[in-house]
């Protein structure tokens, strides 16, 4: 972890239960940052408006950044990183209003109607007392939170000792080339064995996980705003057209595509 982090103070929000106050939300801007590790009885929407956060949520490694929102239902322990500057907008959701949305955490291409949703909820403020039309348009919003669908950018870890190793190499070489071999040779196992580590930790073989790590890196890369071609030679690509087939290939859209299909911020 970066020496410069603070501690960022985890907000009392998430643990107020009311019914009488089904959602609500907040907006801060947090700078180099590190909110421990914690659960809350209210599930919650994470989102930023600028900036990155990383999130680890039950071994599993999540960016939020302009163009993703982050669910996490209620009970579930996770830690979120604040790079630089985020402006962060995030709501919580009383337990008595979460029936009928998910039960596992994920990140979700945001609306810009559910963004809409979001911030005008935010902006009702935090007292306990609600009007009708500031419940309807909560309403709303569970109704819109119910439909969200998981996107495949999140990147499971692991405990796994062995293992562990070899996942930190990768995070800290994303353009890395070397094969499975090299890797099973400096960690003193087999290539098989650490196939077969990879399948049985992380769901996933070798390939398939590494190719998340690089759409990963690109979704934050492009929620910063960086170039299509900066961001495929950064990722070990030797041309742009090979980093845009393989996004298209596994989230369904270019990267250009994928940016203006989720650039209306405000």
Avoid at 128 to 136: F, H
Wanted: glycine share 4%; proline share 4%; with cysteine.
């Amino acid at each position: 972890m970066n020496n410069d982090y603070q501690t960022y103070k985890i907000v009392d929000f998430g643990f107020q239960i009311n019914p009488d106050l089904p959602v609500v939300g907040y907006t801060e801007r947090v700078t180099n940052a590190v909110c421990l590790s914690h659960a809350h009885p209210r599930a919650q929407l994470i989102y930023a408006t600028s900036g990155v956060m990383n999130v680890v949520v039950d071994n599993q490694i999540w960016v939020v950044n302009p163009l993703q929102g982050l669910w996490i239902p209620g009970g579930m322990e996770h830690q979120v990183s604040f790079q630089k500057d985020v402006n962060l907008y995030s709501v919580f959701i009383d337990p008595s209003f979460t029936d009928g949305l998910p039960t596992v955490s994920f990140s979700f291409d945001i609306s810009v109607f559910l963004k809409q949703l979001l911030f005008k909820i935010i902006s009702f403020g935090t007292d306990a007392g609600v009007t009708s039309s500031q419940r309807r348009v909560m309403e709303v919003f569970l109704d819109e939170m119910a439909l969200i669908e998981p996107s495949a950018t999140f990147l499971p870890t692991t405990n796994h000792l062995r293992l562990k190793n070899v996942v930190h190499l990768l995070l800290n070489d994303v353009a890395s080339k070397y094969t499975i071999d090299y890797y099973a040779e400096i960690s003193c196992m087999s290539s098989r064995t650490l196939s077969r580590l990879f399948i049985k930790e992380l769901g996933m073989n070798f390939s398939d996980w590494r190719i998340r790590l690089k759409l990963l890196e690109a979704i934050k890369r492009l929620g910063e705003k960086q170039s299509i071609k900066e961001i495929a030679f950064d990722l070990g690509y030797e041309t742009t057209s090979a980093f845009i087939y393989m996004f298209k290939k596994h989230l369904g859209k270019t990267p250009s595509n994928y940016i203006l299909e989720n650039n209306d911020l405000y």
